[in-house]
């Protein structure tokens, strides 16, 4: 038995290394650019352009691998993300930074496609769900892992630049000594935010709030725990708990929706999330213990909503329409993680570090009033027309052509 997932092992551990570097690179950088006084509007556009590359990536990539092949293109995107983790650490420069941070997001979209569909080549119908849970272990797994490692170094040197680099390198030897067939060329993607939106409008809506909350924190996160003077260790702990509060909550918050209308867990969750963010804005706390614990039950409730907006889209949608309506909501998911920086930034600018959740609150807030709106003016779909709840991660290292591996595209 074991002997059939050997290759899927292998395509695993070159996926832990690709996800521990983008991890340690993507919290290195607004560690460091906050040492050397880069303002928050400056940091916060790297996180909106590696989201506006990492989009990209999704809707361009495949037309470069059909053209070169899958092993070929690993080996240029992972080739691609260690020179430029390796040019962030020689030239600090904010305008330099956001110009390859686009770029990053751009190979690292390729890179995750190009495995994610290995991998739904490499899994059979029988193994199928067995190896997406696998892939969503090493997705969280892999990216704390990564975001540790900046707590060993020292962010004002070269040397954690280095070790991303190094790992990138390494992500590129099972993909590399593969003796496995190439998989079939990569699907393209495609938004139709019209369909969409008359699909579920409460996922659409939610989608792109999640987004532009969860990306607002993802990037920012680490300067706000610097400016109120966190440790380097306390900051990776705090990114890393909020993350991993979340996954944890997934599966009961699901198991609930599957058995209410899911709409209301929305609700719940997002109040929960815009209850903990206001905390936060207006209590200002300054302990470590304090911070980690209240950024980690926000986490726990922000986390769940972009899997609960995705099963209630796919309640209302056909069995074969899955991979379409999910792809599109990442994507559109993918915009919002482009605004939330933005907005994040501009009001820690005008107002104090804690003004972050001031932006996701508000996030959170409108969510809360435009589900609480479709409530009442639309049913919810009968029980047995629902599906069984599954676990995303609502994080940017998870491409479209993941959702052709999970077991709820087997019928595409």
């Known amino acids: 038995m074991f002997a059939n997932y050997g290759p899927i092992f292998a395509l695993l551990r070159g996926t832990a290394f690709l996800l521990a570097a983008n991890g340690l690179h993507g919290l290195l950088l607004p560690l460091r650019g906050q040492a050397e006084g880069f303002s928050a509007t400056e940091l916060g556009l790297l996180g909106t352009g590696w989201a506006g590359g990492f989009v990209a990536g999704c809707i361009f990539a495949p037309r470069l691998v059909r053209n070169v092949g899958h092993v070929r293109a690993f ?63 090493v997705t969280f797994s892999s990216i704390m892992a990564g975001q540790m490692i900046v707590a060993a170094g020292q962010v004002t040197n070269e040397t954690l630049f280095m070790i ?33 939106y008359r699909n579920s409008p409460v996922a659409f809506i939610a989608c792109f709030l999640v987004g532009v909350a969860n990306g607002g924190w993802g990037t920012l996160g680490a300067v706000y725990g610097a400016k109120i003077n966190l440790s380097t260790l306390q900051i990776a702990v705090m990114m890393s708990l909020t993350v991993a509060a979340g996954a944890l909550l997934q599966i009961p918050a699901g198991r609930i ?34 911070v980690i614990a209240m950024t980690a039950f926000y986490g726990a409730a922000a986390y769940t909503l972009y899997s609960l907006a995705v099963a209630h889209a796919n309640d209302h ?18 915009f919002g993680t482009m605004a939330g920086p933005l907005l994040g930034a501009a009001l820690m600018e005008f107002m104090r570090p804690e003004s972050l959740f001031l932006a996701t609150a508000v996030a959170h807030g409108g969510m809360v009033a435009y589900t609480a709106l479709r409530i009442v003016t639309r049913a919810a779909p009968l029980q047995e027309e629902k599906e069984e709840f599954h676990t995303m991660p609502a994080e940017r290292a998870v491409t479209p052509e993941a959702l052709r591996l999970d077991p709820r595209g087997e019928e595409e």
């Open 164 to 196: 991303a680099a190094i790992f990138f390198c390494l992500s590129l030897l099972p993909t590399t000594m593969s003796t496995a067939a190439s998989p079939r060329p990569l699907t393209a993607v495609s938004l139709d935010l019209k369909g969409l």
């Open 257 to 290: 929706s599957d058995r209410i209308d899911r709409r209301i867990v929305i609700v719940v969750m997002a109040t929960l999330a815009s209850l903990f963010g206001l905390a936060l804005f207006i209590a200002a706390p300054r302990s470590a213990t304090v």
């Open 75 to 137: 080996s240029a995107f992972a080739a691609s993300a260690a020179a430029i983790a390796l040019m962030t650490g020689l030239i600090v420069d904010p305008l330099v930074w956001i110009g390859l941070r686009v770029f990053t997001g751009f190979v690292m979209a390729g890179a995750f496609m190009v495995i994610e569909s290995w991998l739904n080549e490499a899994a059979t119908n029988e193994n199928r769900g067995t190896v997406f849970s696998m892939y969503m272990m």
């Open 317 to 334: 949608a056909g069995a074969e329409d899955f991979v379409k309506v999910s792809g599109g909501l990442l994507l559109l998911y993918g």
